[in-house]
């Protein structure tokens, strides 16, 4: 069965950085597009970033572009996100999706 599994996430101060990575299974990675989203306490959940099956073609919300990064690495059926410049407001449970499927979510706090 489909499965995805985040990591990486953590307790980190504005301006610094921290890289999750979403391992997945139960599908043919390289033929899906992969996304991430996240959810702050008391609001919906948001898409951050996309990324195309080869990784050419990504997206990213207006509130993270030139700060955080999407990639994906095939050969390791895993997706990644960098964060850079994190922001208090970036403070989420963050989930990797594909049509019909979500991983248990990596909790990313940005205190000082």
Do not use: H
Request: one cysteine or more; charged letters at 15%.
């Amino acid at each position: 069965q489909v499965q995805l599994v985040e990591s990486g996430g953590g307790l980190v101060q504005p301006g610094g950085s921290l890289r999750l990575s979403c391992a997945a299974s139960g599908f043919t990675f390289s033929s899906v597009w992969m996304r991430w989203f996240r959810q702050a306490p008391g609001k919906a959940r948001e898409l951050v970033a996309s990324i195309s099956t080869t990784g050419d073609n990504t997206n990213y919300a207006d509130s993270v572009k030139g700060r955080f990064t999407i990639s994906r690495d095939n050969a390791k059926n895993t997706v990644y996100l960098q964060m850079n410049s994190l922001k208090p407001e970036d403070t989420a449970v963050y989930y990797c999706y594909v049509p019909n499927y979500w991983g248990q979510g990596t909790q990313v706090t940005v205190s000082s």
